[in-house]
């Protein structure tokens, strides 16, 4: 039996990495049959915030980093010494085929020059390095530690471009239908349009109002749904603009949801305003239940997935007026609209989790 092991900073918040580890992990126990174990840093005696099958085994290290400082800070170097310590005794007694890194974490920089005996050691890519560093010494010491991976995992082909060495592979992730939603026509659903998000500045929901304020001026029986937990600064300070700007009528918050297919299922249409993205799990949410999606051609995720037209709709980057002119000829078009549906169904085939998941298998959990 082969031995997987995934390392996470945490597994108590909502993310889309936490989601997808969640995916792997069960569906490489059900149907590959793996012993596999979910390793954190950090969950701090926290609940599991998405359900794992009763085999794959969780285990937290108790780091614990300070978030708040540096991580070159003294308090954290030492944190990191311990987490060296700790993840190389968990390779010495567990011996796992495959280590892969999940999150972006300080142990990513000294993982490949560990003592690993057989274990492989890889590493997944979550963010976008179309922003990176220009800093030329800073790059050549990330590119080295990268190139001592045994595998790299990348979204996309754009996003393997930005990698120097030759051990990158590209695996986009999966997503999983669920079957038992009835997917309504597009023309009989109410005039919705949502977002599933976590409030952050990156998410640039402030543009998303703006657009909205403005649309909604010719489309006032249209509202727009906003998922995700307002439990942070910038989430009050977007709920004070809605309310300054008198849009509580038209824009809802609708807090945290774990039901995310019932939920789109209901849209006619999902936007995203994002200031980047890698490889949104929202697209390919929307998309799995025939709910095109409106966004921003930010780099690099929604171009890597949206095809213009046919699926959705690419907006220039930036350019709020376009967008609102998109959303216009959206919402006054419902074979535009049903088209879209039909069609970001079919795109959601190429993100079948059994197709993606034997990728996984093929490239990395059998090396």
Not at 99 to 110: E, F
Not at 177 to 206: G, H, M, Q
Request: aromatic share 12%.
């Amino acid at each position: 039996m082969r031995k997987i092991a995934l390392l996470v900073d945490q597994f108590y918040e909502h993310g889309g990495i936490e989601k997808l580890v969640a995916i792997k992990a069960n569906y490489w126990v059900t149907n590959f049959k793996f012993d596999v174990t979910i390793v954190s840093t950090e969950n701090k005696n926290r609940p599991l915030i998405y359900d794992l099958d009763k085999s794959v085994k969780f285990l937290d290290l108790h780091i614990n980093y300070y978030r708040s400082i540096s991580y070159f800070s003294l308090k954290n170097i030492i944190l990191l010494l311990q987490n060296i310590i700790a993840i190389q005794r968990f390779i010495n007694r567990n011996k796992p085929d495959v280590l892969i890194v999940a999150s972006h974490i300080p142990i990513t920089y000294v993982l490949p020059f560990l003592s690993r005996g057989k274990t492989k050691i890889v590493k997944e890519f979550h963010f976008s390095k179309y922003y990176d560093d220009k800093n030329v010494l800073k790059n050549k010491v990330f590119n080295y530690i990268e190139s001592k991976y045994d595998r790299l995992v990348v979204l996309s082909d754009e996003e393997k471009s930005f990698y120097k060495s030759n051990n990158v592979v590209v695996i986009n992730n999966p997503v999983i239908p669920n079957f038992n939603i009835d997917l309504i026509p597009s023309n009989e659903k109410e005039l919705i349009a949502s977002t599933i998000l976590r409030f952050a500045p990156v998410k640039r929901i402030e543009l998303l109002i703006e657009i909205w304020e403005i649309f909604s001026k010719k489309n006032s029986s249209w509202r727009l749904f906003v998922y995700g937990p307002l439990d942070n600064e910038y989430g009050k300070q977007i709920q004070k603009l809605v309310c300054d700007k008198k849009l509580q009528k038209c824009i809802i918050f609708k807090g945290k949801t774990n039901s995310v297919f019932e939920e789109l299922s209901k849209s006619r249409v999902v936007l995203i305003c994002s200031e980047q993205e890698c490889f949104p799990m929202l697209i390919l949410e929307a998309q799995s239940v025939g709910v095109p999606v409106v966004s921003f051609d930010c780099p690099t995720g929604p171009r890597n997935i949206i095809n213009n037209n046919k699926d959705g709709l690419l907006v220039e980057n930036d350019n709020v007026d376009a967008f609102v002119a998109s959303l216009d000829t959206f919402s006054c078009d419902e074979d535009l609209q049903e088209d879209l549906s039909k069609g970001a169904l079919t795109s959601a085939i190429k993100y079948d989790l059994h197709y993606i998941m034997n990728k996984w298998n093929e490239n990395i959990l059998s090396i």
